[in-house]
């Protein structure tokens, strides 16, 4: 079973600043397998990267997803207001077919 | 505009059941698998259960499978979850979600605004 570990657990930065987030799986999966979500409290959750590294539609292009084997990360350029959120990722695999989400990251105003 | 909505959360006794509803507009529901994904209060999120755009494959975590049953009206455009044998751990806000593949899980591009289930005596 997959397990993925996001980190930091919380990060405090401001408006305007850059956000790193990380996800680390507990083996190597494919680049194919990896979405990113961001969750406001109340809301339904929404996709933001799929394929480690493409980003879903309407999605601004200040939001960015890379790596591969079990490294991943999604990066927030310039922080909106709107985008503080909880992000999280997750694993999609077909040998047993299963879905794993990571412990998320919660990104908050400084 | 795709859209899910659930419905059927409730206050509920530990042992007891219920059955959420998650109803979707603005695509062809047959065409995708949809899952069922929670959220416990102060966790994270959770994959439940899978359910294959014919209903012919389902799947769900150890945590609740021989407790929970998946399905699917296509002629209605609507999800069940099945929840039986409730305990306390069970307690969470549960959102539906659209896969974006036909036969088996992937990732997900529209999910509703979750509804709260509640295990308490």
């Known amino acids: 079973e997959i397990v993925l570990t996001q980190s930091p657990g919380t990060v405090s930065l401001s408006p305007g600043e850059r956000a790193t987030l990380s996800c680390r799986a507990s083996?190597?999966?494919?680049?194919?397998?990896l979405a990113w979500y961001q969750h406001k409290r109340g809301q339904a959750p929404r996709l933001l990267i799929y394929?480690?590294?493409t980003r879903a539609t309407g999605i601004p292009d200040r939001f960015s997803g890379s790596g591969s084997g079990t490294d991943f990360t999604v990066s927030i350029t310039r922080l909106e207001p709107e985008d503080f959120a909880v992000y999280y990722c997750?694993?999609?695999?077909?040998?047993?077919?299963?879905?794993?989400f990571g412990g998320g990251t919660r990104v908050e105003i400084k | 505009e795709m859209q899910l909505l659930e419905s059927g959360g409730g206050l509920e006794q530990p042992g007891g059941s219920l059955r959420l509803s998650c109803a979707a507009s603005?695509?062809?529901?047959?065409?995708?698998?949809m899952t069922w994904v929670r959220q416990a209060p102060g966790k994270g999120l959770e994959w439940v259960s899978t359910?294959?755009?014919?209903?012919?494959?389902?799947y769900y975590a150890d945590s609740v499978r021989g407790r929970f049953t998946i399905s699917r009206d296509n002629s209605k455009n609507t999800l069940f979850l099945q929840i039986s044998s409730l305990r306390a751990e069970d307690t969470a806000v549960y959102y539906c979600?659209?896969?974006?593949?036909?036969?088996?899980?992937?990732?997900?591009?529209?999910w509703g605004q979750g509804t709260l289930v509640t295990v308490s005596s």
């Open positions: 979600a659209k896969d974006v593949r036909y036969s088996a899980m992937d990732h997900f591009d529209c």
């Open positions: 603005g695509f062809t529901f047959s065409r995708y698998a």
């Open positions: 359910i294959s755009g014919s209903g012919s494959n389902i």
């Open positions: 083996q190597t999966i494919s680049r194919d397998s």
């Open positions: 394929g480690a590294s």
């Open positions: 997750q694993h999609y695999g077909s040998s047993p077919p299963s879905v794993t």
